[in-house]
């Protein structure tokens, strides 16, 4: 058999042997610099972190010449796309010892990491640190938690915390409900309060020193909803002098020595006795709550600062006699917990947040997100539709093309033409309808949630952008906001704006685990995270966004509200947002107030902006919150020849697929107050922050409200977007001051029986009151 002629040409040959020539195609090493070495990295706090949540990166670089140094950490966004955020450029004048900082967020479980150090003049690399899950030698560590797990941290070592040793964490078992990692070294706390976003709560005991910019970090970040734990005993001199003592909302007077501590054993929930004397510090405060108390005046508090919480031991830990009291580790969980009621809180998050939902939907912030991907405009076919007119084709290009061709017109052969016909106009008809039900423009939705402390001044905004792409193609996004007043186009602010996952291990969501490596071309962040460049958006497909900001604006509200213990509030409050706050209901204790809405007077209704109102005004009525939240009715069932009937309540069911982001937003803002889990059948651990049951517990009233005017404006390569189907919710913690007194004279209970009589035989069937209503 001759060969191919290709093999017999001389041109063959000469290529071949020129193939053989070339050296192979090599990508670009990083330059081993002699000039800069790497001491140490450190990723999140002791090599932990939570996905989803911004994770602070320290490297720790000696020069031996001058030199403007930046680096990159690359990770996995939740669709498995690579995403590179670029820290700061550090300009090192001479030859010394310097700290870099920057962040990034990792979209999904076991995911790998990149470090880049590059020399900034001409982006070279100067060295490269990788980590890889399961690997045998990494150069660093950084394991990614589910945010169901509790993330503590302690600055120094204090007794009744163990933790995390890093030299520990390749044999760490990763399924503990909650982790401690101890701060050994100051210089590794973050110094931007993003860098605090992945810690659940923050315990300082003995080592007050934080200084400069590490402790308005942590003031930034309690402010918008952080835990600190701060304990105070003997050394109360050093925690006086130091710059915790100028911001926390805490008294410390002097000290006391202290023998009754049995509350604090109560609080523990232990029955070992603390034996000895403590020297605790003396504490006062104006609101929040006494959690252990002794005979010269509380031991343990937590108060409210901002939108977060302080909790405050006046005791140190590592000090007798709790040093080595049996129930310290029993205490000291308890102390770290945002939450009071339950000491099995972090072991029921961990089980809510391992569950398999049969909807896919378990946590309140998927169901936000889902809420977010409705494009009006967009109007596809269900799946079921789909399903039958795949079974109806079937049917024509089978049987019935059978029937017709060799039944009815009895020539098999024209089956080479009907059969590619009806391929083709199915196909063709596919096409047309996709484009006609998908469409061919680009589509958004737009969400504000802005939270407000009106103690503080404090601003806490969060902005939910989905935009729906015609094209496959990359974008350019960039986000301007504003404060929700009265403000002009050059008072917006840059926001900082990353990806939106899913807090699910469903499709698409972040407790997937990551596969393989880092590949394929990485869309990029500026520096301070206000821009995305490069960002991969699919044909008719989605992209969620989630950008959030902080800032001070202080008397956009005054009020001087007076509260009861048994829920009742009086007095006034003035805002001064950038309209009038609609659709509104302000909750106090175990009450909400709301108004009466009249369909053809709704302005009536609002809460004007920049006018004095009153919360005992005509038109407002109030009702038990956990009865509002929960839709209950009380149906009075009347018998006859009895002064009252039986009371039934009935509850209605939450909706886990409802796409109101008003109603979503409600029930995410009392969660815990509506009964949590065990009302919504979905947890809130993800957006556990924006639940703000605690600052009901802490004795101050939150108004929850919609506003008219939208906050931000999204630029898409360079272009901007309409503002016309943005909404803005918003959210004022508002301080009250205590008071004893009853507000309202009791009623007669001959009257209230004498009335109940008559309305039972006027219908002595059964009536429906709402739970809780004043009228119940």
Not at 159 to 184: C, H, K, M, P, W
Not at 202 to 208: M, P, T
Not at 277 to 287: D, G, L, S, Y
Not at 335 to 351: D, H
Request: with cysteine; proline share 5%; hydrophobic share 35%.
């Amino acid at each position: 058999m001759k060969s191919p002629l290709v093999f017999r040409s001389p041109l063959f040959y000469l290529l071949f042997f020129l193939l053989l020539q070339v050296q192979p195609l090599r990508l670009p090493a990083a330059e081993q610099s002699e000039s800069v070495a790497v001491d140490q990295v450190q990723v999140g706090f002791g090599g932990l972190y939570k996905v989803g949540r911004w994770v602070p990166v320290t490297l720790n670089v000696t020069t031996t010449e001058a030199i403007d140094l930046q680096f990159t950490i690359t990770a996995l966004s939740p669709d498995g796309n690579p995403t590179e955020v670029p820290s700061q450029v550090y300009s090192c004048p001479q030859p010394g010892t310097y700290q870099l900082h920057s962040l990034f967020k990792a979209g999904l479980m076991d995911c790998p990491l990149k470090i880049r150090l590059l020399e900034t003049e001409t982006q070279s690399i100067l060295q490269e640190f990788t980590y890889t899950p399961r690997a045998a030698q990494n150069q660093f560590t950084g394991i990614g938690l589910e945010q169901s797990v509790e993330l503590w941290a302690t600055i120094g070592k204090i007794s009744g915390f163990q933790t995390v040793a890093e030299e520990d964490l390749e044999t760490l078992n990763q399924n503990l409900n909650r982790y401690t990692s101890l701060i050994s070294d100051q210089k590794l706390l973050p110094e931007n309060a993003y860098g605090y976003d992945t810690l659940d709560t923050l315990i300082v005991n003995g080592d007050y020193s934080v200084s400069g910019a590490k402790n308005r970090a942590i003031r930034d970040w309690v402010a918008n909803g952080g835990h600190l734990v701060m304990c105070v005993g003997n050394q109360l001199e050093d925690y006086q002098k130091s710059e915790f003592a100028r911001w926390i909302p805490v008294k410390t007077p002097g000290t006391s020595r202290v023998r009754e501590m049995s509350s604090l054993e109560l609080f523990a929930a232990v029955r070992s006795r603390i034996r000895g004397v403590a020297t605790a510090a003396r504490i006062e405060i104006e609101t929040g709550e006494v959690l252990a108390t002794s005979l010269d005046g509380p031991l343990l508090v937590r108060v409210p600062y901002g939108l977060g919480m302080v909790t405050f031991l006046g005791l140190d830990l590592n000090t007798s006699p709790l040093v080595g009291w049996e129930g310290l580790k029993n205490l000291c969980p308890k102390l770290a917990y945002r939450r009071i009621q339950s000491g099995g809180t972090g072991q029921k998050n961990m089980e809510l947040g391992k569950r398999i939902s049969q909807t896919g939907i378990s946590e309140l912030e998927t169901q936000m997100f889902h809420s977010q991907q409705n494009f009006l405009q967009v109007q596809r076919v269900s799946h079921w539709w789909v399903m039958g007119l795949i079974l109806v084709y079937l049917l024509i290009i089978g049987p019935l093309d059978y029937v017709v061709v060799h039944r009815l017109l009895k020539k098999p052969h024209i089956t080479w033409f009907t059969f590619p016909t009806m391929v083709i106009l199915a196909a063709g008809w596919g096409v047309l309808t996709a484009q006609q039900s998908n469409g061919n423009q680009l589509h958004t939705t737009q969400l504000n949630v802005a939270d407000y402390d009106a103690t503080t001044g404090q601003l806490r905004g969060r902005f939910y952008l989905n935009l729906y792409s015609p094209e496959t193609r990359r974008y350019q996004v960039k986000v301007m906001s504003q404060i929700p007043a009265p403000t002009t186009t050059s008072d917006t602010f840059p926001t900082h704006l990353c990806w939106n996952g899913l807090p699910e291990n469903t499709f698409a969501g972040m407790y997937r685990s990551a596969e393989g490596t880092i590949t394929g071309p990485a869309y990029q962040f500026t520096p301070d995270s206000s821009e995305i460049e490069n960002l991969p958006v699919l044909k008719w497909g989605t992209k969620s966004l989630l950008g959030d900001w902080s800032q001070q604006q202080p008397d956009l509200l005054t009020s001087d509200l007076t509260g009861t213990s048994l829920g009742q509030l009086s007095g006034k409050l003035t805002h001064r947002f950038s309209g009038p706050l609609k659709e509104w209901v302000l909750a106090y204790g175990n009450r909400i107030y709301l108004p009466l809405v009249n369909p053809e007077q709704l302005e009536a209704s609002y809460i004007p902006a920049n006018q004095s109102w009153d919360i005992n005004g005509p038109g407002i009525e109030s009702r038990n919150i956990k009865g509002y939240l929960t839709r209950s009715v009380s149906r009075r069932i009347a018998a006859r020849g009895a002064n009252a009937g039986n009371v039934v309540t009935e509850q209605t069911d939450y909706n886990t697929f409802s796409k109101n982001a008003y109603e979503i937003l409600k029930m995410l803002t009392f969660h815990e107050t509506a009964g949590g889990f065990g009302y919504t059948g979905l947890s809130n651990i993800a957006a556990e922050q924006l639940d703000l049951t605690e600052q009901l517990r802490l004795g101050r009233a939150v108004l929850f409200a919609r506003l008219g005017t939208p906050l931000s404006q999204v630029q898409l390569d360079d272009e901007s977007l309409s503002q016309d189907q943005q909404d803005t919710y918003l959210r004022v913690v508002i301080p009250v001051k205590r008071s004893n007194e009853i507000q309202y004279e009791l009623p007669s209970l001959e009257e209230d029986n004498k009335k109940e009589k008559e309305k039972a035989e006027e219908s002595p069937n059964q009536q429906d009151t709402p739970s809780g209503s004043d009228k119940e």
